[in-house]
């Protein structure tokens, strides 16, 4: 099952009668713990880009890139924090069995 982006995408070029039709670019992630949305392989670009213009298509994937980016920032700086207090955690761990 497709999960919608809030963006959406107005067809009709004078803006009389548009309607909003919802980009279909990522899957459900209920079974990951981190509720990382799952991007969809896009087979045919060319008949995408037909069915929901440039413009749209570019700023849903866009944002979905972005957010990407920002999870793997704080993957990188959680990684980083974790490297830093392992030597203290192997202190720790050390002078507990001593006192065990």
């Known amino acids: 099952m497709a999960q919608q ?24 992630a209920e079974s990951d713990p981190r509720k990382i949305p799952k991007a969809i392989f896009i087979d045919d670009t060319d008949a ?10 570019f700023g849903q994937l866009n944002e979905l ?20 207090k392992l030597p203290e955690i192997k202190k720790t761990l050390e002078s507990v069995a001593l006192l065990y």
Request: aromatic fraction near 10%; glycine fraction near 8%; avoid cysteine.
């Open 5 to 28: 982006i809030n963006t959406a995408e107005r067809t009709g070029a004078t803006g009389v009668g548009e309607t909003v039709v919802p980009i279909p670019i990522t899957e459900s």
């Open 65 to 84: 890139y972005q957010k990407y980016k920002f999870m793997e920032g704080q993957l990188v700086r959680n990684r980083q924090n974790m490297k830093v």
């Open 48 to 57: 995408w880009v037909e069915k929901y213009t440039e413009d749209a298509l």
